[in-house]
């Protein structure tokens, strides 16, 4: 699994830890910045908001959230330590953090890719992603949503809600490294009247159920279960 930017960020904040990057901050230290419309906003502590209706440059913090209000459009949108909140009709390039979660409302769209490490991934209604929804430890639920790239995780669940459309399938990943006990089974579903239209391929056990009227490509390392019912049966 390919993390280059949040790599890049993490390097970044182990930087500042020492203090060999404190010159590099053009935002206030803490609390949020909601200035510079139509520029760049980086900061090394504090959270950075994006106000409704505005167009920003790229967006980046260390340790803080960053929120994309109703209607804005920005860049990259990165931080480390740090939830990323997409209002809905909010426009983006791409949103990145390490620790914390992406949340995305409805008709948001994001050029490129959507990625964390430790958080989880939710897209609302009608909003499209243009390349890759990736985590590591966190689940990835989309609603109606469209996505150019495909879905990828290594111990989180994956819900493709009624009517989303993935073109680039689904990966699970190996875990890598030393757990301790039985690790916990991932569970993908894909609702009705869904379409996974690449590969859906499994590395480690996971629980696969498709709806009935879903569409999917070529299934390797799990068996899918059919439902039909409102919801998919749960595990004991």
């Given at each position: 699994?390919?993390?280059?930017r949040?790599?890049?960020?993490?390097?970044?904040?182990l930087?500042?830890?020492?203090?060999t990057?404190?010159?590099?901050?053009?935002g206030a230290?803490?609390?949020?910045?909601t200035?510079?419309?139509?520029?760049?906003i980086?900061?090394?502590?504090?959270?950075?908001?994006?106000?409704?209706g505005?167009?920003?440059?790229?967006?980046?913090?260390?340790n803080?959230?960053?929120?994309?209000?109703?209607?804005?459009i920005?860049?990259?949108?990165?931080t480390?330590?740090?939830?990323?909140?997409?209002?809905?009709?909010?426009?983006?390039?791409?949103?990145?953090?390490?620790?914390?979660?992406i949340?995305?409302?409805?008709?948001v769209?994001?050029?490129?890719?959507a990625?964390?490490?430790?958080?989880?991934i939710v897209?609302?209604?009608?909003?499209?992603?243009?390349?890759?929804?990736?985590t590591?430890?966190?689940?990835?639920?989309i609603?109606?949503?469209?996505?150019?790239?495909?879905?990828?995780?290594?111990?989180?669940d994956?819900?493709?809600?009624?009517?989303?459309?993935?073109?680039?399938?689904?990966?699970v990943?190996k875990?890598?490294?030393?757990?301790?006990?039985?690790?916990?089974i991932?569970?993908?579903?894909?609702g009705?009247?869904?379409?996974?239209?690449?590969?859906?391929?499994f590395?480690?056990?996971?629980?696969l159920?498709?709806?009935?009227?879903a569409?999917?490509g070529?299934v390797?390392g799990?068996?899918?279960?059919?439902?039909?019912?409102?919801?998919?049966?749960?595990r004991?």
């Amino acid at each position: 699994m390919k993390l280059t930017r949040t790599r890049l960020m993490l390097a970044m904040a182990l930087g500042l830890a020492v203090g060999t990057a404190q010159a590099h901050d053009t935002g206030a230290q803490d609390g949020s910045d909601t200035d510079k419309h139509g520029g760049d906003i980086s900061h090394v502590n504090g959270g950075i908001t994006a106000e409704a209706g505005q167009h920003y440059g790229d967006l980046d913090t260390v340790n803080g959230g960053i929120s994309v209000e109703r209607g804005a459009i920005a860049g990259t949108v990165e931080t480390v330590n740090g939830g990323v909140k997409l209002d809905d009709e909010a426009q983006v390039e791409s949103a990145e953090t390490v620790n914390g979660g992406i949340t995305a409302g409805e008709h948001v769209r994001v050029a490129k890719g959507a990625e964390t490490v430790n958080g989880g991934i939710v897209f609302d209604f009608n909003s499209t992603v243009g390349g890759d929804i990736t985590t590591v430890n966190g689940g990835i639920t989309i609603k109606q949503t469209q996505v150019a790239g495909k879905l990828e995780t290594v111990s989180g669940d994956i819900t493709v809600g009624a009517k989303s459309i993935v073109r680039g399938g689904i990966h699970v990943e190996k875990q890598h490294g030393f757990s301790w006990g039985r690790s916990r089974i991932p569970r993908i579903v894909i609702g009705p009247n869904a379409e996974v239209q690449g590969d859906l391929r499994f590395d480690r056990e996971v629980e696969l159920f498709v709806h009935q009227t879903a569409k999917i490509g070529r299934v390797t390392g799990a068996t899918a279960q059919a439902w039909t019912t409102t919801l998919p049966p749960r595990r004991d």
